[in-house]
């Protein structure tokens, strides 16, 4: 569904004068997956995702997604994909009921089935009693929730998540997670995730890719990954014991 292959980006070193850093990344993700992307900071995760959806040009490799070569030009706004960041993007000026109708409209011309569908959106992620508000007059999970369903509705097979509930109380959070992996089921999205928190993977996510300097170090089954991992970076970053032979 979401292949990688030698997708790559280089940076000027921070501190090596002449030097730079180099970033690439393989993956293979199946339809309906959700994959964590667990690493420690400065490791290359935002730089993966904003490739991915075209933020970013890399130098090197091809992107597919549903068998399509994307293209590096191709605006993200023209990918087959949705992004939630931690901010979460609303406008200001528009009541819910628009936020969420941005996701079919950009100029929310609106027809009568579309704007049955901001409603049914916004009832799965429970704000259909919220269509008049302002983002100002909501919580900051319904905010997020505003933009999850606006996500949602663009019926995009590709879901990119950048540590958007990384801000909310941890039984809010939860909730979000819980959230998103219900809708992607519903909707046979498959979900790319980065987090920090290997309790997050544990809850939705089915498989892992545990990035270091700019690589994807170990891919595979969440429950193995992060139970038994035999990775010593990785065993690092959880916090593991290290044998003795390592």
Same mark, same amino acid.
């Given at each position: 569904?979401?292949?990688?292959?030698?997708?790559?980006?280089?940076?000027?070193?921070?501190?090596?004068?002449?030097?730079?850093?180099?970033?690439?990344?393989?993956?293979?993700?199946?339809?309906?997956?959700?994959?964590?992307?667990?690493?420690?900071?400065?490791?290359?995760?935002?730089?993966?995702?904003?490739?991915?959806?075209?933020?970013?040009?890399?130098?090197?490799?091809?992107?597919?997604?549903?068998?399509?070569?994307?293209?590096?030009?191709?605006?993200?706004?023209?990918?087959?994909?949705?992004?939630?960041?931690?901010?979460?993007?609303?406008?200001?000026?528009?009541? #819910?009921?628009?936020?969420?109708?941005?996701?079919l409209h950009p100029g929310l011309s609106l027809n009568d089935s579309d704007?049955?569908?901001?409603?049914?959106?916004?009832?799965?992620?429970?704000?259909?009693?919220?269509?008049?508000?302002?983002?100002?007059?909501?919580?900051?999970?319904?905010?997020?929730? #505003?933009?999850?369903? !606006?996500?949602?509705?663009?019926? %995009?097979?590709?879901?990119?998540?950048?540590?958007?509930?990384?801000?909310?109380?941890?039984?809010? !959070?939860?909730?979000?997670?819980?959230?998103?992996?219900?809708?992607?089921?519903?909707?046979?999205?498959?979900?790319?995730?980065?987090?920090?928190?290997?309790?997050?993977?544990?809850?939705?996510?089915? %498989?892992?890719?545990?990035?270091?300097?700019? %690589? #994807?170090? #170990?891919?595979?089954?969440?429950?193995?990954?992060?139970?038994?991992?035999?990775?010593?970076?990785?065993?690092?970053?959880?916090?593991?014991?290290?044998?003795?032979?390592?």
């Open positions: 569904m979401l292949t990688l292959t030698q997708l790559s980006h280089s940076y000027p070193h921070p501190t090596q004068r002449g030097q730079s850093t180099e970033l690439c990344f393989d993956l293979d993700l199946q339809r309906g997956d959700i994959v964590a992307l667990l690493g420690p900071s400065g490791a290359g995760k935002s730089t993966l995702l904003a490739m991915i959806a075209g933020f970013l040009k890399p130098h090197s490799g091809e992107l597919q997604i549903d068998g399509k070569r994307i293209e590096a030009s191709l605006a993200p706004a023209e990918r087959p994909l949705s992004i939630l960041f931690q901010e979460h993007n609303l406008f200001p000026h528009l009541s #819910v009921f628009e936020n969420i109708g941005l996701g704007r049955e569908q901001v409603k049914a959106a916004a009832a799965k992620v429970g704000l259909d009693t919220y269509l008049d508000r302002l983002p100002e007059q909501l919580s900051g999970g319904q905010r997020q929730r #505003v933009a999850l369903a !606006r996500c949602l509705l663009r019926q %995009r097979p590709l879901l990119l998540l950048d540590e958007p509930f990384s801000a909310l109380d941890p039984a809010l !959070r939860q909730e979000m997670l819980m959230l998103v992996q219900q809708l992607a089921s519903e909707q046979k999205t498959t979900v790319l995730m980065v987090t920090h928190s290997p309790e997050d993977a544990r809850k939705i996510a089915n %498989r892992c890719a545990f990035i270091e300097e700019g %690589r #994807v170090k #170990v891919f595979g089954a969440t429950s193995e990954l992060l139970t038994r991992p035999s990775e010593p970076a990785l065993r690092r970053y959880l916090g593991m014991a290290q044998d003795n032979n390592e």
